[in-house]
């Protein structure tokens, strides 16, 4: 079936309303570009100032066309376009591109003229692309529509392009083009998208991840509309060994929802767009020169790589800042087996190193026979994902053709640092190892490139998440006829805990007391010491306002603290509505982890875990995944804490019950997926997991829900 998109993206005939016989005008430059670079499809310039534009015959208005177009390009002001497309349509075009500003972009005014545009486009089912918008290009047929002065001082490339550019910034979109052009990376689409009234990203990355000349798409985020489409092209482009490299501007946290819980100020929207784009195994870069190096890698993603590397040096100096660099990229320069040094020492001095980073002396590249051989064993240890030799432009010249003979042989990917001139460069690249000129540039694109390559063998995104009721009798469907949700926007620590348990969270006897004297039969039933916990709906973070006491330990004890807290929530919060207290076993030991679900806006259902308590947000240490999630992605997100070592027996501590936090973090994502829409968040913190085979407990809970 074909894609919606196709007569705007791989048009066959193009009209320009508001032509120009001027290439510097935004009505001309795309038409001048058309006619100089021999696209084969059909022009029709519209114009009733023009009988000819750049050699084509020029047509008075829309309705003079002698066909049908699937396309039409609108260099005309901002409130001449609805108007414009009405009469399109009328025609029979297919799609069309607005370049004008003047919209959303603009205040209250523009926002009206670009819903009209919208509503339009829904109705009719036209394509309408921007507006505000540079245009677009499609290289493989050089179908140009954008006025970007870049085609005419970037070198033409031959041959069929692979690497799309997909930018919500026009400027952008040309800065990346001509990068990728000074490296001679061959592009097929050239798109930027303007302010996406009709056309979003996600939909354009669909296109995309189904176009048989696109390999590599390079993208530029400043928002995501449509979260579930990206990920579902995201899942596209995975199945068919496609790379997507995107670099995500403006990552500050929003922080709107703070006040309510720590796992939104937590959940910020930098952090949730890294979590969705490694677990969607999008490459994140950080600037453009790194988003043109990663796209001229990718014609090496079918070489085996991974994040272990093996470096080379005739210099023990380069070898320890190399190392370093790797490093700090997220790679490992593991230590080389027994086996595979025994064969470097035979031509290395002893001076040399022969663990990782590999020092082989200058003297090596006398003998080329040796130098075939430590490549070969280093492409073919299993100890290793990767061999990255750094070597100056005459010494790797000595080198190449061994170099090359084993990147032949072998599969693994090969990178050469070139400090020099190496005249061989172009033989190296073409036995499929990639060459670079400088080590920072090396380590910035190697370092995404090999972790991209290393996830790709396991990378699978959840399926798409169901919420509230599915069927009756279901576990959503009895979660959302629960009297927690009721006709009140607010859930108390107790009804939180009891929806939580029934999803399997392990929670401790909810005790709650109305009365003093209530709380004091329960704490002698429990056995001391206990905790003391209001219950209000009015009061999200208990500690703020003293609603906690600790470690209560005696009768007299209970009665003086609870005299104490509701003297001080009386000033603190003097407008709370009180429902009693909780009365709980002290726990002691164990570690305090958060666990949180939310809502986000962009891609629906997140998880959050890290370490808990009332240091959470001072530490920041957290991981976060889209829902659904099992066991073994919750072990991994908590592998990945910085606290791990508390769990996992950290200076003779005792090793915590992994496989019971696990579980009953699953749990907690369960919950949020079965809740109704009007649950925004599900929080534990802290959950305490207790020493291996004693499993964990939630000891707090909250569930905010829409108000």
């Given at each position: 079936?074909?894609?919606?998109?196709e007569?705007?993206?791989?048009?066959?005939?193009?009209?320009?309303?508001?032509a120009?016989?001027?290439?510097?005008?935004?009505?001309?430059?795309?038409?001048?570009?058309?006619?100089?670079?021999?696209?084969?499809?059909?022009?029709?310039?519209?114009?009733?100032k023009?009988?000819?534009?750049?050699?084509?015959?020029?047509?008075?208005?829309?309705?003079?066309?002698?066909?049908?177009?699937?396309?039409?390009?609108?260099?005309?002001?901002?409130?001449?376009?609805l108007?414009?497309?009405?009469?399109?349509h009328?025609?029979?075009?297919?799609?069309?591109?607005v370049?004008?500003?003047?919209?959303?972009e603009?205040?209250?005014?523009?926002?009206?003229?670009?819903?009209?545009?919208?509503?339009?486009?829904?109705?009719?089912?036209?394509?309408?692309?921007?507006?505000?918008?540079?245009?677009?290009?499609?290289?493989?047929?050089?179908a140009?529509?954008?006025?970007?002065?870049?085609?005419?001082?970037?070198?033409?490339?031959?041959?069929?392009?692979?690497?799309?550019?997909?930018?919500?910034?026009?400027?952008?979109?040309?800065?990346?083009?001509?990068?990728?052009?000074?490296?001679?990376?061959?592009?097929?689409?050239f798109?930027?998208?303007?302010?996406?009234?009709?056309v979003?990203?996600?939909?354009?990355?669909?296109?995309?991840?189904?176009?048989?000349?696109?390999?590599?798409?390079?993208?530029?985020?400043?928002?995501?509309?449509?979260?579930?489409?990206?990920?579902?092209?995201?899942?596209?482009?995975?199945?068919?060994?496609?790379?997507l490299?995107?670099?995500?501007?403006?990552?500050?946290a929003?922080g709107?929802?703070?006040?309510q819980?720590?796992?939104?100020?937590l959940?910020?929207?930098?952090r949730?767009?890294?979590?969705?784009?490694?677990?969607?195994?999008?490459?994140?870069?950080?600037?453009?020169?790194?988003?043109?190096?990663l796209a001229?890698?990718?014609?090496?993603?079918?070489?085996?790589?991974?994040?272990?590397?093996?470096?080379?040096?005739?210099?023990?100096?380069?070898?320890?800042?190399?190392?370093?660099?790797?490093?700090?990229?997220?790679?490992?320069?593991?230590?080389?087996?027994?086996?595979?040094?025994?064969?470097?020492?035979?031509?290395?001095?002893?001076?040399?190193?022969?663990?990782?980073?590999?020092?082989?002396?200058?003297?090596?590249?006398?003998?080329?026979?040796?130098?075939?051989?430590?490549?070969?064993?280093?492409?073919?240890?299993?100890?290793?994902d990767a061999?990255?030799?750094?070597?100056?432009g005459?010494?790797?010249?000595?080198?190449?053709?061994?170099?090359?003979?084993?990147?032949?042989?072998?599969?693994?990917?090969?990178a050469?640092?070139?400090?020099?001139?190496?005249?061989?460069?172009?033989?190296?690249?073409?036995?499929?190892?990639?060459?670079?000129?400088?080590?920072?540039?090396?380590?910035?694109?190697?370092?995404?490139?090999?972790?991209?390559?290393?996830?790709?063998?396991?990378?699978?995104?959840?399926?798409?998440?169901?919420?509230?009721?599915?069927?009756?009798?279901?576990p959503?469907?009895?979660a959302?006829?629960?009297?927690v949700?009721s006709?009140?926007?607010?859930v108390?620590?107790?009804?939180?805990?009891?929806y939580?348990?029934?999803?399997?969270?392990?929670?401790?006897?909810?005790?709650?007391?109305?009365?003093?004297?209530?709380?004091?039969?329960?704490?002698?039933?429990?056995?001391?010491?206990?905790?003391?916990?209001?219950?209000?709906?009015?009061?999200?973070?208990?500690?703020?306002v003293?609603?906690v006491?600790?470690?209560?330990?005696?009768?007299?004890e209970?009665?003086?603290?609870?005299?104490?807290?509701?003297a001080?929530?009386?000033?603190?919060?003097?407008?709370?509505?009180?429902?009693?207290?909780?009365?709980?076993?002290?726990?002691?030991?164990?570690v305090?982890?958060?666990v949180?679900?939310?809502?986000?806006?962009?891609?629906?259902?997140?998880?959050?875990?890290?370490?808990?308590?009332?240091?959470?947000?001072?530490?920041?240490?957290?991981?976060?995944?889209?829902?659904?999630?099992?066991?073994?992605?919750v072990?991994?997100?908590?592998?990945?804490?910085?606290?791990?070592?508390?769990?996992?027996?950290?200076?003779?501590?005792?090793?915590a019950?992994?496989?019971?936090?696990?579980?009953?973090?699953?749990a907690?994502?369960?919950?949020?997926l079965?809740?109704?829409?009007?649950?925004?968040?599900?929080?534990?913190?802290?959950?305490?997991?207790?020493?291996?085979?004693?499993?964990?407990v939630?000891?707090?809970?909250?569930?905010?829900?829409?108000?």
């Open positions: 079936m074909t894609h919606r998109l007569p705007l993206l791989n048009p066959k005939s193009i009209a320009f309303v508001g120009s016989d001027k290439e510097g005008r935004i009505g001309g430059m795309p038409i001048s570009l058309i006619t100089r670079y021999g696209y084969e499809g059909k022009v029709f310039p519209v114009n009733p023009y009988q000819e534009v750049f050699g084509l015959p020029c047509y008075a208005d829309i309705e003079s066309l002698p066909q049908p177009v699937d396309l039409a390009v609108l260099a005309i002001a901002a409130a001449d376009v108007a414009m497309l009405e009469r399109c009328a025609v029979g075009v297919k799609s069309a591109i370049y004008a500003a003047g919209f959303a603009e205040g209250e005014a523009g926002s009206a003229l670009q819903k009209e545009i919208e509503l339009f486009a829904e109705s009719s089912g036209m394509v309408v692309a921007g507006p505000n918008c540079m245009g677009f290009a499609n290289l493989n047929t050089q140009h529509t954008a006025f970007a002065s870049v085609f005419n001082t970037s070198s033409m490339q031959q041959g069929s392009g692979h690497v799309s550019l997909l930018t919500q910034s026009g400027n952008v979109c040309a800065a990346v083009y001509g990068l990728l052009r000074q490296l001679d990376v061959p592009v097929s689409h798109i930027n998208t303007g302010n996406e009234a009709c979003e990203f996600s939909e354009y990355l669909e296109y995309l991840a189904e176009d048989s000349h696109t390999e590599v798409v390079v993208g530029y985020i400043e928002q995501l509309r449509n979260g579930p489409r990206f990920l579902s092209a995201c899942k596209t482009m995975s199945e068919r060994d496609k790379m490299i995107a670099l995500k501007a403006g990552t500050t929003k709107a929802a703070a006040v819980s720590h796992t939104s100020a959940a910020g929207d930098r949730v767009y890294q979590a969705v784009f490694e677990q969607a195994n999008v490459i994140e870069a950080t600037d453009f020169a790194q988003m043109a190096l001229q890698l990718a014609r090496l993603r079918h070489r085996t790589a991974g994040r272990r590397v093996a470096v080379i040096t005739m210099s023990g100096a380069l070898g320890a800042i190399l190392a370093d660099r790797f490093i700090d990229a997220g790679l490992d320069l593991p230590d080389l087996p027994a086996d595979v040094q025994a064969v470097l020492r035979k031509g290395i001095p002893d001076y040399g190193m022969v663990g990782n980073p590999v020092d082989v002396t200058g003297n090596v590249v006398n003998d080329p026979g040796f130098v075939h051989e430590v490549l070969a064993v280093l492409a073919s240890t299993d100890a290793l061999v990255v030799i750094y070597a100056p005459y010494m790797l010249d000595r080198m190449a053709d061994s170099i090359a003979a084993v990147a032949t042989e072998y599969p693994r990917f090969m050469a640092i070139d400090t020099g001139k190496a005249s061989t460069r172009d033989t190296l690249r073409d036995a499929g190892v990639a060459v670079f000129d400088d080590l920072g540039r090396a380590v910035s694109a190697l370092g995404p490139f090999l972790l991209w390559q290393e996830r790709r063998q396991h990378a699978v995104l959840p399926s798409t998440a169901k919420t509230g009721a599915d069927s009756a009798g279901s959503a469907a009895l959302a006829d629960s009297s949700f006709a009140s926007a607010t108390t620590e107790t009804q939180a805990l009891a939580l348990a029934r999803f399997g969270v392990p929670v401790k006897d909810i005790c709650s007391a109305g009365s003093m004297d209530e709380a004091l039969t329960h704490a002698a039933a429990l056995g001391y010491p206990v905790v003391l916990k209001i219950v209000s709906p009015d009061i999200a973070h208990k500690t703020e003293g609603g006491v600790l470690n209560v330990r005696t009768e007299s209970l009665e003086q603290k609870y005299r104490d807290m509701m001080g929530i009386a000033q603190l919060a003097p407008d709370a509505r009180l429902e009693g207290v909780l009365v709980q076993k002290m726990e002691t030991g164990g305090e982890l958060i949180g679900a939310r809502r986000d806006p962009v891609f629906g259902p997140m998880l959050t875990v890290g370490l808990g308590g009332v240091l959470t947000e001072l530490y920041q240490d957290v991981q976060h995944s889209l829902l659904p999630v099992d066991a073994d992605r072990q991994a997100l908590l592998r990945e804490l910085i606290a791990f070592p508390l769990l996992d027996g950290y200076r003779n501590t005792p090793v019950d992994l496989a019971a936090a696990c579980d009953a973090i699953v907690v994502g369960d919950a949020m079965a809740a109704p829409k009007s649950v925004e968040e599900v929080e534990v913190n802290p959950l305490l997991v207790r020493r291996k085979g004693d499993g964990a939630a000891l707090d809970a909250l569930i905010v829900t829409g108000k």
